[in-house]
C-alpha cells in the first residue's frame, strides 16, 4: 500500500535572506523544494503538501497598510491577506510541481485547495497576538517603527530579529478535509491548509465567518495529518535537524528522538517559541492523535531524510 505523506514547507524556508525576498527568488525556492517532494512522489508516496505565508502575509497586510496611508486606499482585512497567499503561494507550488512531474514523464497533477481552518471565537490568542509575520526589524528599526505605530505588538523571533505579531488561535477544524483526501485518494498531489488555513469561525447553524488572525502551519499541518490518517508528518524548514541548545557552542543535532524524550527536551527549553517550538508541538499532536512517525528537516534534504539518512526522526 502506498504510504501517505503531509509535508510542511515554512514560509521562511522559500525566502533564503533579506536579498531574495522577491515573488520571483521564492518562485525559485518553491521550484527546488518541488523538485524533492516530487523524488518522494516516484519513489511511490502519496503527497498533501502544505505552506506556511508568516513572511508573505505581512508583507501583503503593510502593502496595504501603506496604500492606505500614502494614496487612502480601503484597507485589506488580515484575513484577506492570508487569502491571498494561499492562492498566491499554492499557484506557485501547483505550478511548480506540474512543471516537475512533466519533466519526469509522470502522469500526476497538483491541485490547490482553498482551505479554511475553523478556530473557537473565544480562543485566548485573540487577546495575546503571538505569530510572528512579515520583515525582521533591527532593535533601532522595532524601536522607531513602535514609535510610529503604537498599535504594532512586536517580539525578538528566535534571535533573528524583531518582528510584529498577530493573533494565531488553534486549529480546530479543516473545513475541506474530506475533499482533501477524495483528492488524494483519487491520485492527485494536493497542496492545502496553505498559510494555516483561511481562519474561519463557525457562527450559529455553522455558518462561517472569516476572522483576522494567522493560523501556525504546523499546528494546522498535524491536525490534517491526523485527519486523513498520513503515515508521516514531514516538517520542511530552515534547518537539516532539530538541535539541543541550538545556536550554543554546545549544539547537539537530533537524530532518532521518542516521543518522551522530545516531551522532555521541551520542558528543558531547547526549542524557541515561535519558530522550533510550535513545530515540535504539532509533532507531538500528531504523535499523540496516532500518528506513527514524523520528520523534521530541509527541503534539500526531504528524500535523504525519507530514507533515513538524515533529519531528525521522532517516532511515537
Ligand atoms: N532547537 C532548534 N533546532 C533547530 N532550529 C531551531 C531551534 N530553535 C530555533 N530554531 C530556528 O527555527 C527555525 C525554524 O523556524 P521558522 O523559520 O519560523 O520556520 P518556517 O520554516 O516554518 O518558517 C530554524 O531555521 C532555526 O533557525
Ligand atoms: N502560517 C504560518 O505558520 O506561517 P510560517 O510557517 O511561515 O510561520
Known sequence: MR???VIAIGGNSLIRDESHQRVEDQYEAVCET??????LIAQGYDVAVTHGNGPQ???ILRRSEIAQEVARMHAVPLVSCGADTQGAIGYQIQQALDNEFKKRGMAKMA???????AV????????NPAKPIGS?????????ITREHPDWVMVNDAGRGYRRVVASPMPQEIVEKDIISHLIQAGYCVVGVGGGGIPVVRDAGGILRGVDAVIDKDYASSLLASAIDADV?????????VYLNFGKPEEKALDQVSLPELKKYVMERHFAPGSMLPKIQAVI?????GGKKAIITNPQSLEMAVAGRTGTHIQA
Open 111 to 117: 491541485v490547490a485547495v482553498v482551505t479554511q481552518v
Open 34 to 39: 518541488a523538485r524533492h517532494i516530487t523524488g
Open 136 to 144: 525582521f526589524y533591527s532593535r533601532e528599526q522595532m524601536e522607531a
Open 3 to 5: 504510504k501517505k505523506v
Open 233 to 241: 508528518l514531514i516538517i520542511s524548514t530552515g534547518v537539516e535537524k
Open 285 to 289: 499532536h500528531f504523535l499523540e492523535k
Open 57 to 59: 502575509v505581512g508583507f
Open 120 to 127: 473557537a471565537p473565544d480562543d485566548p490568542a485573540f487577546q
